[in-house]
C-alpha cells in the first residue's frame, strides 16, 4: 500500500487537480443504466446501505453517481479507472512498486466497501475505498499530460477512461461539492459494478 500512497502523494500537487468535466444529475451521461436501477433497487429493499450515504460506480459506462442516506440522487460524474479490466485485485498490489504493476493489474476491483474520508501522505483529501489495497476516489490527476485524464473525462464514450493505476478519479468539483460534504462526519458505502462478472456473483449472493 505504501508505494502506490506515495504515488498519490507526488501526483497529487494543488497545481495539478483540475476541475474536470462538470457533473449534473439532468444531463444525458448521468442516465442510469440498467445495472445501476439493478443495484440501487437492491439498496433500498434490503437497506443494505445501513442509513449511510453511498456512491456506485459503474464501470461499464465510466461514471459515478452519489446517493444520500436515503437513496436521493445527489449527483453523477464521469470518472476514470483502473487500465486493467476485470474485477479483483491482484494480490498484494498495495504493496508494489509502481513499476511492478503491469498494465493487466491495473484493475478497480468490483465489490461492496466502507468508505472513509481521509489524506494522502501529502495531507490532501481523498476517500478511502480499500486502504490495505491502496483503493482510493479522489479529484483527477493532471501532472502526467501525456495520460490526458481531462480529455477522457470530457469524452461521451466510456472507452477511454481507462487510464489509472486503479484508483477512481473525478471531477475536482464532483469531489468537493458531492463526495467531500456526504461523506464527511460519516463512513459510507461504495459499490463498484463488475465488468466480467453478474452482479448476482459479487453482490447479492455473498453472505450476509
Known amino acids: ?12 500537487p494543488h497545481s495539478s487537480l483540475a476541475a474536470g468535466r462538470p457533473y449534473s ?3 444525458p451521461a448521468a442516465v442510469a443504466s440498467s445495472a445501476v436501477d439493478e443495484i ?7 437497506a443494505d446501505n445501513q442509513g449511510l450515504p453511498f456512491l456506485i460506480v459503474d464501470k461499464v459506462h465510466a461514471q459515478v453517481l452519489a446517493f444520500d442516506p436515503e437513496g436521493h440522487m445527489l449527483g453523477a460524474a464521469p470518472v476514470l479507472l483502473g487500465l486493467g479490466h476485470g474485477d479483483v485485485s491482484p494480490p ?10 503491469g498494465p493487466e493489474d491495473r484493475i478497480t476491483p468490483a465489490g461492496r466497501f466502507v468508505a ?7 495531507g490532501k ?29 470530457a469524452t461521451v464514450t466510456p472507452q477511454d477512461n481507462r487510464i ?12 468537493y461539492e458531492v463526495v467531500e460534504p456526504a461523506f464527511t462526519g460519516t463512513v459510507g ?20
Not at 40 to 46: K, Q, V, Y
Not at 164 to 175: A, E
Not at 194 to 203: G, I, K, Q, T, Y
Request: aromatic share 12%.
Open 1 to 12: 500500500m505504501l508505494y502506490l500512497a506515495a504515488a498519490v502523494l507526488i501526483a497529487f
Open 25 to 27: 444529475s439532468d444531463e
Open 189 to 208: 458505502i461504495v459499490y463498484i459494478l463488475p465488468e466480467s462478472r453478474s452482479l448476482a456473483d459479487v453482490f447479492f449472493s455473498a453472505p450476509g
Open 116 to 122: 472513509s474520508m481521509g489524506e494522502n501522505l501529502g
Open 164 to 175: 489509472s493505476y486503479g484508483c477512481v478519479n473525478v471531477p475536482r468539483s464532483f469531489f
Open 92 to 101: 498484494g498490489v498495495g504493496d508494489r512498486p509502481l513499476a511492478a504493476i
Open 40 to 46: 440501487r433497487r437492491w439498496i433500498g429493499e434490503t
Open 125 to 153: 483529501e481523498i476517500l478511502w475505498i480499500d486502504y490495505d489495497a491502496a483503493l482510493s476516489l479522489h479529484p483527477v490527476i493532471t501532472t502526467r499530460p501525456v495520460d490526458r485524464r481531462l480529455q477522457r473525462l
